[in-house]
């Protein structure tokens, strides 16, 4: 099996990153977090991409967040194809800090607790903590699991898969079969950027 992981877009929401006007997006589907037109034109980007790598009209299957963003960078890539939508594939909810600037969450010594920190604080507790009626790193590993256990890797096939930038990183490291450690909270995964993975001897390779 061959899996093609695809991140989104960018949004309005994107560019307000390390700015006073920042804040926190999680699973947040609003006019705040859909494509912006730099997003659209890399959603393009991807497309021609695949194109040229010969892999664009060999994709048998398309998974997307059911979330707005992905939606429309997966229909821009794959037009005129089934997308698949899968509430597994969501971005990490961040419950009721969703919306709130960032800003605010620093200055709230209550709000800023719930905050994962990998530089302070020991992985195990990282990947357990979430915000009240939110997801730990542990709950999207659980769903991520469950989406990857359906599929059939010894399968000759080619998937994509649209998702966020948390949920990605979650399934790059178990397409891997990497313990998560630190280096996990340093993995980036850029906009529309797709990443290739080939199931070979037992084990996925990027």
């Known amino acids: ?52 790598l010969g892999l664009l009209n060999s994709v048998d299957k398309i998974y997307s967040s059911d979330i707005t963003r992905a939606i429309d960078t997966a229909k821009i890539i794959f037009d005129n194809q089934e997308i698949v ?26 709000y800023s607790q719930m905050m994962v920190s990998f530089e302070k604080d020991p992985v195990e507790t990282c990947l357990n903590r979430k915000v009240t009626d939110g997801e730990s790193y542990n709950d999207v590993i659980v769903r991520c699991k469950d989406f990857l256990s359906e599929l059939d890797f010894e399968e000759k096939s080619t998937i994509a898969i649209v998702s966020h930038f948390h949920t ?3 399934l790059v490291y178990l397409l891997q079969g990497k313990e998560f450690d630190f280096d996990f909270s340093q993995l980036m995964i850029e906009n529309s950027n797709p ?12």
């Open 1 to 52: 099996m061959r899996i093609i992981l695809i991140r989104h877009g960018e949004t309005y929401s994107n560019t307000l990153f390390n700015t006073d006007k920042q804040f926190l997006i999680g699973a947040l589907d609003n006019e705040l977090t859909q494509l912006n037109e730099k997003g659209k034109l890399q959603a393009k980007k991807a497309k021609e991409k695949l194109e040229c």
């Open 85 to 110: 939508q899968d509430c597994r594939l969501r971005e990490r909810s961040h419950g009721f800090l969703e919306g709130v600037l960032m800003r605010e969450i620093n200055e709230n010594p209550l």
């Open 168 to 170: 990605l990183r979650v």
């Open 195 to 206: 990443m290739i993975a080939e199931y070979k001897k037992g084990q996925f390779e990027f």
